[in-house]
């Protein structure tokens, strides 16, 4: 996150915690308390959905797939599609329950399809949590009912949706529905909760929540067009805990994606698999290595700051081959006003072979006195 005297004052947000993270750049602009233990909710079935999506991309499961309805599936509290044990779902349907209705009915039939059992689909929500990097998350259920030990955190949050955004982009255009109940079964729920929506045409998802413990949360994210950006834009993501009700959450929600698009500006510095630097090799059959990114580089910088970057390349030196392609080899350190802003690692776009026999051994004695 940017600090110092240029850093802009972010809004007052009246929840127990938040952050705000723009995808593009990977970077946090603002955030509160962002690693202290939270109830998640519903918001567990962000995780649920990330299990379900690899899954569907794995080929595990198929869209077109029915599902039998167990009576534990039936049977379960709060927030429903109505399915019942006479049926057999779609996993299709299935996933805009999960996503659209918060349905914890859906939850367990496809935590059971994934998992074989709801147990061993919670031992593999805590490996995945492992496995992402979420320090501090802990499940005891795929659909978010309050049990002892069942918490995350505000960070771990970003991580997950950032990596549901990344990983799965076929899938999460579910986030996005507005309406969805199965057919033959009422109406009571068939309205997303996430009632930015309704009010922000470049809002596309992700998950809300609500607890009497964990109060109202919300994972909300946005993509807005940038002239300087391309078709990719510029994606926000605000995870906001313990709101003091449902309109609140959306409301400071709001405020923070807005902030983010105007406080700060994204900065193109290069485009995906264009070569930032090209130093020399040793001892391979190429004289240079081309180091760069396979996606584009960006960065945020406050508002009307952005002729005041400072680039510098950090990498080993000298670089000796074999390098293979995407192999890491430094970073391109970026700086406003002497300051440090972001550390993005570099990769070698192109593989570097090693020189024959004669090659290296010239090398060497260049090396040697060098």
């Excluded at 009576?71 to 057999?88: C, E, L, N, V, Y």
């Excluded at 299935?94 to 209705?101: E, F, H, N, Y």
């Excluded at 970073?331 to 593989?351: C, F, G, N, R, W």
């Amino acid at each position: 996150m940017l600090v110092g005297a240029q850093t802009p004052v972010p809004p007052e947000v009246a929840a127990r915690s938040y952050l705000l993270l723009d995808v593009t750049a990977n970077q946090i602009l603002t955030q509160k308390d962002i690693d202290s233990p939270v109830e998640p909710a519903s918001l567990t079935k962000l995780m649920t959905t990330y299990l379900v999506f690899d899954a569907l991309k794995a080929r595990k499961i198929t869209l077109e797939q029915t599902l039998p309805v167990s009576t534990r599936a039936w049977k379960m509290p709060g927030s429903r599609m109505f399915i019942d044990p006479k049926m057999q779902v779609p996993v299709e349907d299935l996933v805009k329950g999960l996503v659209v209705q918060s349905a914890n009915d859906a939850t367990i039939v496809l935590a059971e399809a994934v998992g074989g059992t709801v147990e061993h689909f919670v031992e593999l929500m805590n490996e995945q949590a492992k496995a992402l990097g979420m320090k501090n998350t802990t499940y005891k259920n795929p659909e978010g009912t309050t049990a002892p030990g069942h918490t995350t955190t505000a960070r771990d949050l970003s991580i997950l949706a950032s990596h549901l955004i990344r990983d799965f982009p076929e899938y999460t255009h579910y986030s996005a529905i507005k309406k969805y109940r199965y057919p033959g079964t009422p109406s009571t729920n068939d309205t997303n909760r996430n009632v930015l929506l309704f009010r922000d045409p470049t809002v596309d998802g992700l998950k809300t929540g609500h607890t009497e413990a964990a109060g109202y949360g919300m994972v909300v994210t946005a993509k807005r067009e940038f002239p300087n950006l391309g078709s990719g834009g510029r994606r926000l993501l605000a995870i906001l805990l313990g709101a003091s009700s449902e309109n609140m959450r959306a409301n400071e929600s709001q405020k923070l994606l807005n902030w983010g698009y105007t406080a700060y500006d994204a900065v193109r510095l290069f485009d995906a698999n264009q070569a930032v630097a090209t130093p020399p090799v040793w001892k391979g059959k190429a004289n240079t290595i081309k180091l760069g990114r396979q996606e584009a580089i960006v960065v945020d910088v406050p508002a009307g700051s952005a002729g005041k970057i400072k680039t510098q390349v950090a990498r080993p030196d000298p670089l000796v081959a074999p390098f293979a392609r995407y192999q890491p080899v430094g970073s391109l350190k970026v700086s406003l006003a002497d300051q440090q802003i972001a550390e993005v690692p570099l990769v070698a776009l192109e593989p570097v072979e090693q020189a024959g026999v004669l090659g290296r051994a010239w090398d060497a004695v260049r090396l040697w006195i060098k």
